[in-house]
């Protein structure tokens, strides 16, 4: 790597955020890092790409908040809590303004959640963003997808939807008033990692998810990983106010059920363990709501009145034509 290069690192990502474990940090040819004892790591990645992920010419503060809050939704889905992170950066150039506004955002939310970055990559070509978390889970209180059973029911934290009417609202085909705006912004790119909630469910919850491509795809991914199928009472979704008051309810069930972007955690709970979980709800620990339950069989059906709903899958959509 040039001197440019290094420097270019120290100046945008050198930069404490007080995590524990780490022996060495960015700098030599790796980062030396040590697990709290008897826990194994809980390591995942996500990729952003440049008008696929999010638009081009988005604030780039913006931009760096969204690249590691929706890695860390995957922590916080698994149960685990975040340790480090790593930084793969494809830039078209080193464009100062860009990095200052990147390295921002990005910091903002590693000092919230106390992840330190511990290395990385800087390659130049078309802009693209590769975060790897790595966080800490004891093995047997993790929140697989395997693991829900015929009888459990299915609870999603806080409102869906909102995502994909961001996702609308940016690509100009959803209007709406300045203070709308600000909310579906902050709801695209400040997606709030429900790393508290994924803790708090370990011992509950028997299966979870976080919803980064749907209610429909990734309440499947449980079906088809534990054996079983799900049915959900559309009239049970939960959906934000402001969403409710802009679009039409053929439209917001669709992007409640197919949308992506919305980070909440889709998980199931068995009837033994009901008990705790409304324990939970009723002191206000989390938020969520009961949408239906696991059955023997497979896939995801949606029932309105007690009628099979057919469900198109129209909502998920990034930035070009024909999605990815
Ligand atoms: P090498 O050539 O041995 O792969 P590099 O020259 O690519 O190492 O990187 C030098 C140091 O800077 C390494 O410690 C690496 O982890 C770190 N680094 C490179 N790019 C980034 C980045 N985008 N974010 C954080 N650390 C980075
Ligand atoms: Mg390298």
Known sequence: MATGEFELIRRYFIR????TGVALGIGDD???VQP???CPLAVSMDTLVADVHFPKNADPELIGERALRVNLSDLAAMGAQPLWFTLALTLPKADNRWLEGFSEGLFSVAEEYGCALIGGDTTRGPLS????????????TALLRANARAGDSVFVTGELGDGAAAVAVIQNQLDVDKAAFKYFMSRYYRPRPLLREGGLLRG????AVDISDGLMADLGHICEQSGVGAVVNVKRLPVSQTLNKLAKPKQILNWALTGGD???LCFTVPASRLEKMEMLLAQGKIKATPIGEIVRGSGVSCMLDGKVMPIQKTGYQHFEPSGN
Do not use: N
């Not at 404490?16 to 995590?19: C, F, I, K, L, R």
């Open 30 to 32: 790796c980062a030396l």
């Open 204 to 207: 509950i919850a028997s299966a």
């Open 36 to 38: 709290p004892q008897g």
């Open 129 to 140: 963003i590769t975060i790897q978390v790595h966080g800490t889970v004891k093995a047997e």
């Open 262 to 264: 919305d980070y909440q």
């Open 16 to 19: 404490s955020v007080g995590a």
